[in-house]
T-cell receptor, first 115, second 109 residues
Framework: NAGVTQTPKFQVLKTGQSMTLQCAQDMNHEYMSWYRQDPGMGLRLIHYSVGAGITDQGEVPNGYNVSRSTTEDFPLRLLSAAPSQTSVYFC??????????????FGQGTRLTVV | GQQVMQIPQYQHVQEGEDFTTYCNSSTTLSNIQWYKQRPGGHPVFLIQLVKSGEVKKQKRLTFQFGEAKKNSSLHITATQTTDVGTYFCSGGGADGLTFGKGTHLIIQP
């Protein structure tokens, strides 16, 4: 049971480049989400999805796009990377987020540097 | 949208001392969860509380959910060096799963 698989682990981008962070889960979870973690800021919600075909914005969505074509995959796209997007990114999934069984499983994280 | 506030941001304790972190929400939560993140790692689920006034224990850790389901606390008795890390609370509400900023626990031997 792989849980949540997040790739890549490390990435360096130049300003203006685009890229996609991959996230896949094999637990048939409905809820998936992306967070960024910056020093002193905790985990800030970027986008989330409550099921295939449904996505919504979180606290800090600007500069990021997501899609949820399947239950398993929830990629995060950086459209035009900026130095302010240098951060550690975590993908998470859970059966739900409003009821019991809302335990979130996290990927290993992606450390992104934009130069 | 909902906000989850967590205090303190940093806590230094001597090994063996107790530690408490508090979590407060601006809205009523359907559930609250606690996570621990070791330095360089990813958040790992500790526990979930669902019922008003609920109290759960895991060895030296005690978790409480407030009667109004807007606040929670995590108390660690007699801290050990293995308790080092950042403790996050997370609440389920209308806007997805949001996290507090976390409390960094630093333990001095």
């Amino acid at each position: 049971n792989a849980g949540v698989t997040q790739t890549p682990k490390f990435q360096v981008l130049k300003t203006g480049q685009s890229m996609t962070l991959q996230c896949a889960q094999d637990m048939n979870h409905e809820y998936m989400s992306w967070y960024r973690q910056d020093p002193g800021m905790g985990l800030r919600l970027i986008h989330y999805s409550v099921g295939a075909g449904i996505t919504d914005q979180g606290e800090v969505p600007n500069g990021y796009n997501v899609s949820r074509s399947t239950t398993e995959d929830f990629p995060l796209r950086l459209l035009s990377a900026a130095p302010s997007q240098t951060s550690v990114y975590f993908c998470a999934s859970s059966y739900s987020y409003r009821a019991e069984n809302a335990e979130a499983f996290f990927g290993q994280g992606t450390r992104l540097t934009v130069v | 949208g909902q906000q989850v506030m967590q205090i303190p941001q940093y806590q230094h304790v001597q090994e063996g001392e107790d530690f408490t972190t508090y979590c407060n929400s601006s809205t009523t939560l359907s559930n609250i969860q606690w996570y621990k993140q070791r330095p360089g790692g990813h958040p790992v689920f500790l526990i979930q509380l669902v019922k008003s006034g609920e109290v759960k224990k895991q060895k030296r850790l005690t978790f409480q959910f407030g009667e109004a389901k807007k606040n929670s606390s995590l108390h660690i008795t007699a801290t050990q060096t293995t308790d080092v890390g950042t403790y996050f609370c997370s609440g389920g509400g209308a806007d997805g799963l949001t996290f507090g900023k976390g409390t960094h626990l630093i333990i001095q031997p």
